[in-house]
């Protein structure tokens, strides 16, 4: 028999019980708007939300924390993912305008980054282009599959053509004579 232990060891290596979680529907028992993002956003409009990271970035301790993540190397695209949620999940806006405030905040922060002279990244060189990389690659090793695979399938289905009776399914099945004789 298998032993399951009671404690699970979680990422961060702390240890929790496996039987101390929520029940299902345990969320909808608590006060309602108990959490930022249950409550309507401070921001309704880009222009108040940019506003805001305008004035975030007067700020000396925001402005130098910003140029020690650029000039570290983390990629823009990450510091404003990881902006927009931040700003999400204290109510500062909904996710719909979060996404929409995104470009323009990397626009900001390269904005920004080029007039201290940070050489930036933008971000990785994902997405879209390993997309078409993959595609392009899968469709050839289709090809390479059917020249080598095909050929032999058909030949398999064909055979199996070549061996089935003809004239339907509810067609009279013709008996050897060979098994009849052995049955008398």
Do not use: C
């Not at 922060?109 to 990785?124: P, S, V, W």
């Not at 339907?168 to 060979?178: F, N, W, Y």
């Amino acid at each position: 028999m298998i032993e399951i232990s009671e404690n699970l060891t979680m990422p961060s290596g702390a240890e929790r019980s496996r039987f101390d979680v929520a029940i299902p529907g345990q969320s909808l028992t608590k006060e309602p708007k108990s959490y930022p993002w249950e409550s309507p956003p401070m921001f309704t409009t880009n222009e108040e939300v940019m506003n805001h990271y305008f004035d975030k970035f007067d700020n000396d301790d925001a402005i130098f924390g910003l140029f020690a993540m650029l000039e570290s190397g983390i990629p823009v695209t990450t510091i404003v993912t990881s902006m927009v949620m931040h700003g999400f999940s204290e109510g500062l806006y909904t996710p719909d305008l979060g996404v929409l405030v995104g470009e323009e905040i990397a626009m900001l922060i390269m904005a920004i980054a080029e007039e201290a002279e940070i050489d930036y990244k933008i971000g990785e060189k994902t997405g879209v282009s390993n997309s078409i990389k993959n595609a392009v690659a899968l469709k050839e090793s289709i090809k390479e599959r059917d020249k080598t695979f095909m050929p032999e399938v058909e030949e398999k289905i064909e055979e199996i053509k070549a061996e089935r009776p003809s004239g339907g399914l509810m067609a009279p099945v013709k008996v050897e004579e060979e098994v009849i004789e052995e049955a008398v």
